[in-house]
């Protein structure tokens, strides 16, 4: 009878290893993947970041190019009308 506990005990004991290394394991894969994500996320805020930046000094030299434009327009409409 007290083997039989015994190995009982020993098999309840190995099962709960067993599933504690599965669950370790599946965590171990859910922070991977989390950690995965994040980085990914981080280099698409980057990219964003970069993007927004080169946009805004797109906009900037436009703008310029409008401004001297416009004052060459200026600056032909006086001399055409004098």
Same mark, same amino acid.
């Given at each position: 009878?007290?083997?039989? %506990?015994?190995?009982?005990?020993?098999?309840?004991?190995?099962? @709960?290893?067993?599933?504690?290394?599965?669950?370790?394991? %599946?965590? %171990?894969?859910?922070?991977?993947?989390?950690?995965?994500?994040?980085?990914?996320?981080?280099?698409?805020?980057?990219?964003?970041?970069?993007? %927004?930046?080169?946009? @805004?000094?797109?906009?900037?030299?436009?703008?310029?190019?409008?401004?001297?434009?416009?004052?060459?327009?200026? @600056?032909?409409?006086?001399?055409?009308?004098?």
């Amino acid at each position: 009878m007290e083997t039989e %506990r015994g190995r009982v005990a020993a098999e309840t004991a190995e099962k @709960d290893r067993v599933e504690a290394n599965e669950r370790a394991e %599946r965590e %171990r894969a859910t922070a991977e993947k989390a950690e995965r994500e994040r980085a990914t996320a981080e280099r698409e805020r980057a990219t964003a970041e970069r993007e %927004r930046a080169q946009a @805004d000094e797109r906009t900037a030299r436009l703008e310029a190019e409008v401004r001297e434009l416009r004052q060459r327009l200026r @600056d032909q409409t006086v001399n055409n009308e004098e």
